[in-house]
């Protein structure tokens, strides 16, 4: 809203429209902005926010909408009114993109090296050999491992960190004024987001170039930007230095965001997340756009558009009040919990689970089978009853796999699943009636996993018919209950899953999962497809169902915030196996593996410049399982031979406390 | 896996499939009702005639005994001596082979070119006019049987313009590039026929490569449409559309039974249709066979060319 006056980029008064006449969503409504050379400007906003929709708008690509009013300027140069063939040399060259999901925004027919000689050849008349050369340098700059071997290679063979390297390494390939970034570091591992985070940092100093940083995780924002915009709804709500927005936020859905952020330290007090959903983009309301779901709102909120205020340095905010006082009840007190002691019997039990992806299909002739890594290697886990186990890992973990086998639809190699001691058969389909009424699971993708042809009440109260929970005249009585417990009103028996939005969704899971009256939900990732204010409410929900029928969840994530925020107990894991379990505060505190060390060190808690995340340096084989330490290859803590050869020990700590590790715990 | 193993590992898998292509026909062959010696005799034959007919022609040996014969010889070569015909099933088949084969191989060179084109150029397009117009054509022909396009086609431009002969009167092996204007109407039949699968797939598949991220970063990066279009979006898009290509290899050796009937064109369809009513079974059992490998050597090509294309099912 403010602006320096010898900006890079200036956007002034951007309106962008999507379809037309009466259907037309109005995205983006007056957006103002200003980015300073060598400035990182921050934009923040859920899902429908329309920032993705302001970046591309300056990349000039506005697909299936247009840019109905406003104005963007390129070092005083307006880049609207350009042609195409102007617009070619903007991109890629004075305007470059990372983005959101490398693996899809690389070509997986091109080598590495061609992908980024080609914006070299393009835009500096660069000879293919001369742009290959610049290229391996250019991998080094972003610390890309074996640059002269990696440019011959091609996206799929390298991880996704490493991609993410390569998307940066084009787009700082011709010194561009202006870098924007989506999301980039969104369905990274948490590792691998620091590690990223750090690079940006580092070209940013070297560089200095000016960025524009998109992104729905306030923490990472506020790590790398200096200067922060809220948008909501197509509008900018608030704007204003990067710590300011994020510890003294002004504006009611600022503050309801911050409200959202899982607590990675201190006290874990209970979540307040923002009421209501987005308005109707078609026909937007008069008044705050935010007053519907405001706490603050008044009338006056509700019939003139309010104001930009400021509110302090460079800190401005659209809302009418300058002062609002958090109500009193904002935080409420977690209420107490005590997890069953170490003497009470564990109700499921999964005991030397071990799952390999590899044997699986008809074997054909002359096809050699490629050896494979054990997606499971002796997981052995118990859950008490009426407990929540946090399960956390980064992607190929195993944790996915494993909530797979417990709710019997992948059968194990090897190992079994128990529940009150009683083996379990392997898949759903041989288990009993009851065994499979007890055990209930929660997918991570709400969109896939309800039909789309059953309306809520068919897929909420099915399992009641199924499992003859309640008699069939109570049926519907049950399901519209069943709803209210995850805070559906009855409306929503008739409505097919494509009406509703994604947090509805997961809630008409959780719905489905409650109607089978379970003891223990295996909750796979349920969250992580949700914007944080959406988060906020379904972990809420979950934590109130527990209390309410003291059930026992297995809560799969990869997000340490969630585990600590709902887990009793938590068990890491890595490479397939357990590497380390406790209670969640022991953890978290004074966490035994290195892996666990790693991982905490990790979490963005935006601060800016924070400490550097190690990272090892030496290139150590990978490890073979069943040998040594899965972690050997990775681990700040490495021993030599003993981590590489020796299988580590459990170490056992206070509380049930469990290490695999060669170093000693500190407690014990 | 590099690609030698995998084209290894494909031809050791590829005779595999014809063996049991051959033991199938075989089997089915002599399951089905008629006999060789009462289609050859004629229905006034006597019993006694037909059995010293079946005795000499080695038909009452039990059948394994028979398969054993008839397998050992195409493993020498050797495809047995036709029925009906009373001379060998090999080089009668060989001239028919290069009158198909070189009928097949002008129908792809025209129609491959033309249908990517069309079906690049519908997608890139897509929603215009242009796009409207190549859609509601190749679901016009897709819709047509190939006898109705066969005889329109012939109607039109052998019978009222007489601009071609209408028919195809070519002996086996006889030299086609001395007398092209034959096979210009079953080269634009078959053609047209074939081009709506790879039209359709190609529109399809390019839409979606057009909607890639990669097409995006692409753009992003200041390459020029075209170029995205050509170096970016149309070798991702080609993949699915070479299984089609591969596919109709198969198709335009063996499938075209209705096409060579039509235009009276000697080539394997035509012989096959010949040796079924005839009941004449190693001519019937070698033009299965040929056709079974033109199917697998075109998916094979199909397969070769994909990997070519897509790094990751080389690497």
């Known amino acids: ?668 | 896996m590099s690609l030698w193993t995998l084209i290894l590992q494909r031809i050791l898998l590829m005779i595999a499939t014809l063996f049991c292509v051959a033991v199938l026909t075989f089997l089915i062959v002599n399951v089905l009702p008629g006999d060789v010696a009462v289609a050859i005799l004629g229905d006034q034959s006597t019993p006694d005639q037909v059995e010293a007919l079946r005795q000499s022609m080695g038909l009452d040996q039990p059948i394994l005994l028979r398969f054993g014969d008839w397998f050992g010889g195409v493993m020498r070569g050797d495809f047995g001596t036709s029925l009906t015909f009373g001379r060998p099933v090999g080089p009668m088949i060989w001239g028919r082979l290069l009158n198909s084969a070189t009928l097949g191989v002008i129908c792809l060179l025209v129609m491959i070119p033309v249908s990517i084109l069309l079906g690049a150029v519908a997608a890139v397009t897509q929603g215009s006019v242009l796009d409207r117009a190549i859609t509601a054509i190749t679901t016009f022909l897709f819709g047509m049987p190939e006898y109705v396009l066969a005889l329109g086609a012939m109607l039109i431009f052998a019978i009222w313009l007489q601009w071609l002969p209408g028919a195809a009167m070519v002996s086996p092996g006889e030299n086609l590039f001395t007398q092209l204007d034959v096979i210009v109407l079953p080269v634009l039949v078959i053609s047209l026929g074939g081009a709506t699968y790879i039209i359709q797939m190609t529109r399809a598949s390019m839409i979606d490569a057009l909607g890639t991220a990669y097409v995006r970063t692409a753009l992003l990066k200041g390459v020029p449409r075209w170029q995205v279009i050509l170096k970016h979006a149309l070798p991702n898009a080609m993949l699915p559309t070479l299984v089609e290509i591969g596919l109709s290899f198969g198709a335009l050796l063996g499938g075209l039974v209705i096409i060579e009937t039509i235009f009276n064109f000697a080539g394997v369809g035509q012989l096959m249709v010949m040796s079924v009513q005839s009941r004449d079974v190693p001519v019937l059992q070698a033009c299965v066979l040929v056709i079974a490998a033109a199917y697998s050597v075109g998916s094979l090509l199909a397969d070769i060319a994909s990997m070519l294309l897509n790094p990751r099912l080389r690497t």
Request: aromatic share 4%.
């Open chain 1, 1 to 668: 809203m403010s602006g320096a006056e010898n900006a890079v980029l200036r956007v002034n008064d951007l309106s962008i429209t999507y379809g037309h006449g009466d259907h037309a969503v109005h995205a983006v409504r007056n957006v103002t902005l200003s980015i300073a050379p060598g400035e990182a400007y921050g934009l923040i906003g859920e899902s429908g926010s329309g920032k993705s929709t302001v970046a591309f708008s300056i990349m000039g690509h506005v697909v299936g909408g247009r840019v109905s009013s406003g104005s963007i300027q390129l070092d005083r140069r307006e880049l609207l009114t350009m042609s195409p063939r102007e617009w070619q040399d903007v991109r890629g060259n004075r305007i470059a993109m990372v983005y959101q999901d490398p693996m899809n925004a690389l070509n997986p027919a091109f080598r590495l090296g061609a992908q980024v000689a080609e914006t070299l050849i393009r835009h500096r008349g660069m000879s293919r050999e001369d742009a290959w050369a610049k290229a391996v340098d250019l991998f080094r700059q972003v610390r890309l491992p074996d640059p002269e071997q990696l440019v011959n290679r091609y996206p799929h063979q390298i991880s996704g960190g490493q991609q993410q390297r390569v998307v940066i390494a084009m787009a700082i390939a011709c010194e561009a004024q202006l870098l924007i970034m989506d999301e980039p570091t969104t369905g990274l591992d948490i590792t691998t987001e620091a590690h990223i985070l750090e690079l940006i940092a580092d070209l940013r100093q070297r560089l200095g170039i000016a960025i524009l940083f998109i992104s729905h995780n306030l923490r990472v924002v506020a790590q790398v930007c200096d200067r922060v915009g809220v948008l909501y709804a197509g509008q900018m709500v608030e704007e204003g230095p990067a710590d300011a927005v994020l510890q003294k936020a002004r504006h009611p859905y600022t503050m309801g965001l911050n409200g959202s952020l899982l607590p990675i330290s201190g006290e874990v007090r209970r979540l307040k997340p923002i009421a209501g959903r987005l308005p109707d983009l078609r026909q937007v309301p008069q008044g705050c756009i935010f007053a519907p779901r405001c706490a603050y709102a008044t009338d006056q909120c509700r019939t003139m558009d309010p104001q930009i205020q400021v509110v302090g340095k460079r800190h401005v905010s659209r809302c009418m009040f300058s002062e609002l006082v958090p109500p009193a009840d904002r935080f409420i007190e977690m209420g107490s919990r005590h997890a069953p002691g170490d003497s009470v019997a564990p109700q499921l039990s999964v005991v030397d689970l071990d799952y390999s992806y590899a044997r699986r299909g008809m074997p054909l002739p002359f096809l050699a089978r490629k050896a494979r890594a054990k997606a499971l290697d002796r997981v052995t886990l118990a859950i008490r009853p009426g407990e929540t186990l946090g399960i956390v890992g980064e992607s190929g973990s195993g944790k996915s796999t494993l909530a797979r086998c417990i709710a019997g639809l992948r059968s194990p190699d090897r190992g079994a699943v128990r529940l009150e001691g009683r083996r379990l058969e392997p898949l759903a389909g041989q288990r009993s009636r009851e065994a499979r009424q007890r055990v209930q699971i929660v997918f991570q993708n709400p969109d896939s996993s309800l039909n789309p042809l059953r309306t809520v009440g068919d897929i909420v109260g099915r399992p009641l018919g199924l499992y003859n929970v309640v008699p069939e005249e109570e049926r519907r009585k049950r399901t519209i209950e069943l709803l209210e417990m995850v805070n559906l009103e009855e409306r929503y028996m008739t409505r097919y899953p494509r009406e509703l939005s994604g947090g509805e969704k997961q809630r008409v899971n959780i719905a489905r999962a409650l109607g089978a009256d379970p003891e223990i939900i295996i909750c796979d990732e349920p969250t992580s497809a949700l914007d944080i204010s959406v988060q906020a409410s379904v972990l809420n929900t979950l934590i109130d169902l527990r209390t309410q029928k003291d059930m026992a969840y297995v809560f799969i994530t990869h997000d340490l915030g969630v585990v600590r925020y709902i887990a009793d107990r938590v068990a890491v894991m890595y490479g397939g196996s357990v590497v380390e379990t406790g209670r969640t505060d022991q953890v978290f505190s004074s966490p035994g593996h290195p892996y666990t060390e790693m991982l905490l060190n990790a979490i963005p808690d935006g601060t800016r410049g924070r400490k550097a995340l190690l990272e090892v340096e030496d290139s150590r084989p990978k490890p073979i399982q069943g040998v040594g330490c899965v972690f050997a290859d990775r681990c700040l803590q490495y021993r030599g031979r003993e981590c590489d050869e020796v299988l580590p020990p459990v170490r056992l700590g206070q509380d049930g406390h469990m290490v695999n590790c060669h170093r000693a715990l500190a407690s014990a």
